[in-house]
């Protein structure tokens, strides 16, 4: 170990352990000094030892010559050393190196000093001296020790060449003179506070630079104790420190890709859980707040929107976006605070939406401060908000899905947080690409629904204008997720009769939609025609087998408000619900049927008596289907809903919808209400 020399405390402590032996002879060899280390590792007391041969005391037994020669040694001087087999006072025989030479006595003449120990335990300190010093020297660990005033006193190799000084330039002097670049405030603390407790303290981390590497921060473990002598005094503090630079980094390293697969696997479950564009774009940016940005904003191409096929980018090579969805940690200022969400937007060639747009391939910003701020705001304003939140770096990523972009995702980062990298780009290009198919479904699907509804609406019914005998109203509700194919229409027939029909196809979407229309249509021929509700059924599913493989309900009824009459059929579909003027309800019990496009089985029809004010209920089963309940605790409760004294039927039918649907229903609702007046003007 580099240093100074031992110092005097620790050539005390050798000697106590070597239990070294002093005694004296004259120039006779006569015992004229025997020290107490003499009586432990010989076994002779002073008052057997003094004034007796010092060969004949301890070498009895040994060959003349052994003993003649120590003499003979001792006094020509310099020195003589050597091991010798001495004979203890209990009879055996022991190795004892002993050194001896000559010193000049008091009275003029010449005396022979010698001191021993027993070679065993020499051999013993030498192989474990000499084993410290290479486990020391050779250790790859940095190894020191600091005195009581916290300088160096010990350095060993491996912690020269880890601070890249010299030993000689560290000794004597207190820590952190030297290592400027390191945290020396903290370990310096650790040291204090080891050196006044004596509790070791294990694996404190620091980083910081030495004039080994100067242009790179390490991260080092260090282990710090106390040492004290068996009698208790502090000599000071050791330590040991190993850089742990690479396994750092290797752990981060793990961590950060922990991240991202958990950010991957969470966006899977997160983005796309409805068919909604804005739920999903919100999704989409929720999912990277905060674990992997601190703002995050999802821009859809207006002319994806509109489904039309102009090019998303300009011949100017600006780009007209719409903001769906902005999310920030707590107390960040958003950006998306000076545009509507959801309103168009101009974005210039140089903004880096519309240039990740258009090169179709993230765009990253590792330092977007100052001028790169404006590429990502939309104005001058907008940069010094982004300025004011402390954005530093950005990730701008386009959402392509089968083969088309959508629009883009915009990643920040803010304050101190580590900068984006090229790992980071091809995460948010993974994470844009898995999101881009929800986005695109969603969009798709909200297409869809749209022609779907537009279609729905259209195929409304007209309620005719000249009904004194009959007062209608009606309510069509199109079901949140996906809308089906459910129609009611209201037909003025001749002989002031009217025709009412409610029907649902079963499917989803467009087609169900279409084949709705195709009914309705057919059902009107066929009811101008006069042709009776059972054989207007009987028609409409001989066409129904023309329609694929769809299946429809279907009830209709022809009313004769004059002469008090009503004439229905039904095709598998829900009973309707007559409450008479007294405002007791009944379900009437149609001839069963099976549902149109089954074919195979004829209808029937019945007839029941209206009395002035008799009000009849026709609707689809979403407004009576409910989760955990069956189908006729539905319709009763629409029933209970129904009866009591006659309301405006305007009314009557937000009652029901209103009771029934709690907001927007799950699976389209249809509604078709009629009041007779035999003879009446009409109202209510």
């Not at 396994?247 to 991240?259: D, I, L, M, Q």
């Not at 189908?631 to 129904?642: F, H, N, P, Q, T």
């Amino acid at each position: 170990m580099s240093g100074a020399m031992p110092d005097r405390s620790t050539g005390v402590a050798l000697a106590a352990l070597m239990r070294q032996a002093v005694f004296v002879q004259d120039a006779d060899g006569a015992i004229v000094l025997w020290g107490p280390e003499a009586e432990l590792l010989f076994g002779h007391r002073a008052e057997d030892a003094l004034g007796r041969d010092a060969a004949e005391l301890l070498l009895p037994d040994g060959p003349p010559g052994l003993a003649e020669g120590w003499q003979r040694g001792a006094r020509a001087g310099p020195e003589w050393a050597g091991t010798l087999p001495v004979r203890h006072a209990d009879g055996h025989t022991r190795l004892v190196e002993i050194r001896s030479r000559p010193a000049p006595a008091a009275d003029g003449g010449r005396h022979v000093i010698s001191q021993a120990a027993d070679a065993g335990t020499l051999r013993d300190l030498a192989s474990d001296l000499a084993l410290s010093t290479g486990l020391i020297n050779q250790s790859p660990v940095a190894l020191g020790l600091f005195d009581t005033e916290l300088r160096w006193r010990r350095i060993n190799p491996a912690l020269a060449r880890l601070h890249g000084v010299p030993a000689d330039e560290l000794i004597g002097k207190p820590f952190g003179a030297i290592l400027s670049e390191s945290d020396t405030s903290g370990v310096g603390a650790v040291l204090r506070r080891v050196l006044e407790s004596g509790r070791p303290v294990i694996d404190h981390r620091t980083t910081g630079r030495t004039p080994a590497d100067p242009d790179h921060d390490h991260v080092w473990s260090a282990s710090f104790y106390r040492l004290d002598e068996p009698g208790g005094r502090v000599l000071g503090v050791a330590m040991s420190a190993i850089d742990v630079t690479e396994r750092v980094r290797a752990t981060t390293e793990v961590a950060r890709a922990r991240v991202r697969l958990a950010l991957i696997a969470e966006a899977g479950t997160r983005i796309g859980t409805t068919l909604d564009l804005r739920q999903t774009a919100r999704e989409l940016a929720e999912s990277a707040v905060p674990r992997y940005a601190h703002l995050a904003a999802v821009d859809i191409l207006d002319a994806v929107l509109g489904g039309g096929a102009a090019p998303p980018v300009r011949e100017d090579g600006s780009a007209v976006f719409r903001l769906l969805a902005l999310e920030g940690t707590r107390g960040t200022p958003l950006e998306g605070r000076t545009r509507e969400i959801g309103g168009p937007v101009t974005f210039g060639p140089e903004r880096a939406t519309t240039q990740a747009v258009r090169l179709a391939r993230p765009l990253l910003l590792s330092d977007a401060r100052g001028p790169g701020l404006r590429r990502l705001a939309r104005d001058e304003t907008g940069a010094r908000v982004l300025e004011s939140a402390g954005v530093h770096s950005a990730l701008v990523t386009p959402l392509i899905a089968r083969g088309e972009v959508l629009g883009a995702l915009t990643l920040l980062r803010t304050g101190g947080s580590r900068a984006f990298d090229e790992e980071d780009r091809d995460l948010a290009a993974e994470l844009s690409a898995r999101a881009a198919i929800s986005v695109d479904n969603a969009r798709l699907y909200t297409r869809e629904r749209n022609t779907a509804l537009t279609l729905q609406r259209s195929l409304l019914p007209q309620v005719p204008e000249d009904r004194a005998d009959i007062d209608i109203a009606y309510r069509y509700r199109p079901a949140v997720s996906e809308v089906g194919g459910d129609w009611i229409d209201v037909l003025r027939l001749s002989g002031h009769r009217f025709g009412l029909v409610v029907g649902d196809v079963m499917g989803k979407g467009v087609r169900a939609a279409a084949i709705m229309g195709q009914l309705r249509s057919t059902i009107r021929a066929l009811a101008r025609m006069g042709v009776p509700p059972a054989e207007l059924l009987g028609h409409l599913d001989n066409i129904a087998e023309f329609l694929g493989d769809s299946i429809a309900t279907c009830l209709y009824a022809v009313c004769d408000p004059r002469a008090g009459w009503c004439e229905m059929a039904g095709a598998g579909h829900l009973p309707p619900v007559l409450v008479r003027p007294d405002g007791r309800g009944e379900l009437l019990q149609l001839p069963e049927a099976v549902p149109l496009g089954v074919g195979g089985v004829p209808f029937r029809s019945a007839r029941w008596a209206l009395e002035p004010g008799a009000t009849l209920a026709l609707f689809t089963d979403g407004l009576v289907e409910e989760r955990g309940h069956s189908i006729d605790e539905g319709l009763r409760a629409v029933l209970r809903l129904l009866e009591g004294p006659p309301g405006p039927l305007e009314e009557t039918c937000d009652t029901v919808l209103g009771t029934r649907t709690h907001g927007t229903p799950q699976d389209d609702v249809a509604l078709l209400l009629a009041r007779v007046h035999r003879g009446g003007s009409g109202g209510g």
